[in-house]
């Protein structure tokens, strides 16, 4: 058994005190016995306007939310997931939403930059284009090692996306990490609902640390959870930011890949037939 924590925060503009929130939180996580510990989406810094990325963000090598959760790591000695991190793209027009997995040494092992972009026309002040500031990730996807569990990393708008997880999944990811900052148009609707799906029809682990609160009157919808792989909820939290932590254990994802052997089981379609 393994002890994950997911951190819900309400990020701002001000990256100083993200970053002290974000020492306080994983303290008490580790406190609690956190063995693995996950920050929300733009965990680093969240704006109003997003267009202000690429002005205000650090290239990765400069940013001091990488390093403090790689000094807390160490200083630790639990695997920190830091959910994602805006950081500037080498030409600095754009930004790369990433995640990084850093292990109880201090070092990155991995890294993943969210591959499907925010791009939503849900009307009026729900429209987004992400991807004017955000550039989607080249490398696809990432599965990696920590605390003897495999996570299959992504990013927020990547849950409407099954075939991620299908392939993470059969790559060998038994813990999907979803971070967030889910909108409260769709929250209420699809959040829950869609991280359940993807935890049962992979037979997966989630752990899904989110963004919550209202900064500059642009709102998030809080709500982070840890799944298990039958779906059935083993940790939430509400509107507020904190700390919720629950066990995850590798042979329930490989009983739950034996009683459903889904993965197995999926074939090919192939062409559609149009029929008469």
């Known amino acids: 058994m393994t002890v994950f924590a997911a951190i819900q925060m309400c990020s701002t503009a001000d990256v100083v005190q993200n970053n002290r929130t974000i020492a306080a939180l994983m303290r008490e996580a580790a406190a ?85 972009t925010f791009d939503v026309a849900l009307g009026g002040a729900g429209d987004f284009i992400e991807s004017r500031a955000v550039a989607p990730g080249e490398a696809g996807a990432v599965i990696c090692t920590a605390a003897g569990h495999c996570l299959g990393l992504s990013i927020c708008y990547d849950l409407r996306f099954p075939y991620l997880f299908r392939a993470l999944a059969a790559a060998g990811a038994g813990v999907l990490m979803i971070p967030a900052s889910f909108s409260p148009i769709t929250g209420p609707l699809h959040w829950e609902t869609l991280l359940r799906a993807r935890a049962i029809e992979t037979g997966s682990y989630v752990v899904a640390a989110a963004q919550c609160g209202i900064r500059d009157g642009v709102a998030t919808y809080g709500q982070s959870r840890i799944i298990s792989p039958m779906g059935e909820i083993l940790a939430a939290t509400g509107d507020a930011p904190g700390v919720i932590l629950a066990q995850i254990d590798a042979a329930e994802v490989a009983r739950t890949r034996a009683r459903l052997p889904v993965l197995s089981q999926t074939r090919e379609i192939g062409e559609v037939t149009h029929a008469n």
């Open 32 to 116: 609690q016995g956190a063995q693995v510990v996950s920050l929300p989406e733009a965990a680093n810094i969240l704006l109003k306007d997003q267009m202000d990325y690429p002005r205000l963000c650090q290239d990765e090598g400069a940013d001091t939310t990488l390093a403090l959760c790689r000094q807390l790591a160490d200083e630790l000695g639990i695997w920190v997931h830091t959910g994602s991190l805006l950081v500037r793209t080498p030409n600095g027009d754009r930004v790369w939403n990433r995640s990084h997995v850093i292990s109880p040494a201090g070092q990155v092992t991995a890294r993943y930059d969210k591959i499907h």
